[in-house]
């Protein structure tokens, strides 16, 4: 998008409303930070840098970090309240499935004793999640 120069005659580093951070074009596709497009006599594009991971200028490789972060970034980090491909998860306390497929069929009733009995089995105790109709995990208690 077009960015006008301000009154100082440099291209501004955010964009407002929002204040997110700008990063600029040159007519060869080169990544340029708002001090280095203010050098530059071409004119240039400039882009609100929303999502993504730090990109860097061209001319002086001054980092420019985006105003979401790197979202590959953050889902590569094991996040806490998320079943791991180890661990068992349920809808119903009949079916229990872990690595995506089904490791035990059991009655509600008796599901902590099923779970208790395969994880001996497997030498391995990960842990149990019930996933809700909304997709929300909540973590179990086996005994
Ligand atoms: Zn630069």
Same mark, same amino acid.
């Given at each position: ?7 100082d005659?440099?291209?501004? /580093?955010?964009a407002? #409303? ?24 071409? #004119?240039?594009e ?28 953050? +889902? ?6 998320? #079943? ?18 089904? /490791?035990?069929?059991?009655? /509600?009733?008796?599901?902590?004793? /099923? ?6 089995? +497997? +030498?391995?105790? #990960? ?17």
């Open positions: 998008m077009k960015i006008d120069r301000q009154s005659g440099t291209y501004p /580093a955010y407002w #409303p929002g204040g997110y951070p700008l990063y600029y074009l040159d007519r060869e596709d080169n990544i340029l930070c708002p001090t280095c497009a203010s050098q530059e006599t071409n #004119p240039v400039g882009q609100v840098y929303y999502e993504g991971s730090t990109l860097q200028c061209d001319e002086c490789f001054a980092t420019i970090e985006s105003a979401y972060g790197d979202p590959e970034a953050e +889902q590569t980090e094991p996040a806490e309240d998320e #079943p791991a491909e180890d661990d068992y998860t349920t809808s119903d306390y009949c079916t229990f499935y872990q690595y995506g497929k089904l /490791a035990v069929s059991t009655e /509600a009733d008796h599901w902590q004793t /099923a779970i208790a009995a395969h994880m001996d089995q +497997q +030498q391995m105790w #990960p842990n149990v999640w019930h996933i809700s109709d909304h997709g929300n995990a909540h973590l179990l208690s086996v005994e």
